[in-house]
């Protein structure tokens, strides 16, 4: 069966993002690859032959448990599709078991980093921009995808929100505070000023040249801002989402809350947060436990003695 069929099904019946279809159609292309080095139809693979192909992703390509994870999960999802049509009656991968990953603890910024960026002074259109979105994500913890694909009209500032398109274009709608609208207005009216009486498009953040800005470039100009504002560690557009979800969980957010500013479907994707502030977590127990108390209190008294 054509791979373009399985990409429409992945589109429009799964109703996946972009770059999750691109991903599962290249790993899909790979064990297609894998079945014609070793003589056999896809339609036709066994449960021992999937092993051995999972055992290649392991040892001969040497490749990361998440990539495994991946790959291993597209062509699943790939025979499912055949079944779902017809064209096989019986599924190989129904007993193939996808790899184990250990969930990383999300980086996150220090209040004390993000003050040193939101602190700092924009000189230009495109610090303003750049400032401007440093806040936005600060601010609704939304994706870099979803900020660049914003349009002027999908945000509020008047009632504090944005509209955020997220995976499988699935819309919803994120708070923002008051001190970012302020930012967002006065970036408004650079933009206004730079490209008055000329055409451009209607996302939000333009580059020079009044087009929608790259995702690209939304990178650079984070690093070059970080850099100019004294951050030494490196700086990406997701950590601003770590960073925005694990300070409002130590500020007493609830999880339920937090997974529908993320646009998390699931409940447990949210829950790495909870790992985040663990040292919170211990400090409290030490002061809040009535033993830990009372440890504390005699520390402190030989320290007196």
Known sequence: MPIDDFKSHLSFERQLSANTVEAYVRDLKQYLDFCQANNIESEQATPEFLDAYIYHLKSEANLAPSSVFRKTEAVKNYYKFLMAEGVINEEPTRFLLSPRLIRKIPQQLSPEEMHKLLSFKPKDFAHWRTFCIITLFYASGIRVSELTNLSTENVNTKEGWVLAFGKGR????????????????????????????????????????????????????????????????????????????????????????????????????????????????????????????????????????
Request: aromatic content about 6%; some cysteine.
């Open 170 to 305: 699935k819309q919803r709608f994120v708070p923002i505070h008051e001190h970012a609208c302020r930012v967002v207005d006065a970036y408004l009216d650079q933009r206004q000023a730079k490209f008055i009486g000329k055409d451009t498009d209607s996302a939000l953040f333009l580059n020079n040249r009044g087009k929608k800005i790259s995702r690209i470039s939304v990178w650079k100009d984070i690093e070059n801002l970080a850099k100019a504002a004294g951050i030494t560690r490196r700086v990406y557009p997701h950590l601003f989402r770590h960073t925005f979800a694990s300070h409002l969980l130590k500020g007493g957010a609830d999880l339920r809350s937090l997974q529908e500013m993320l646009g998390h479907e699931s409940l447990s994707t949210t829950q790495i947060y909870t790992h985040v502030n663990i040292s919170d977590i211990k400090e409290k127990h030490t002061r809040l436990h009535p033993r830990g108390h009372e440890v504390k209190s005699q520390n402190l008294d030989k320290e007196a003695n």
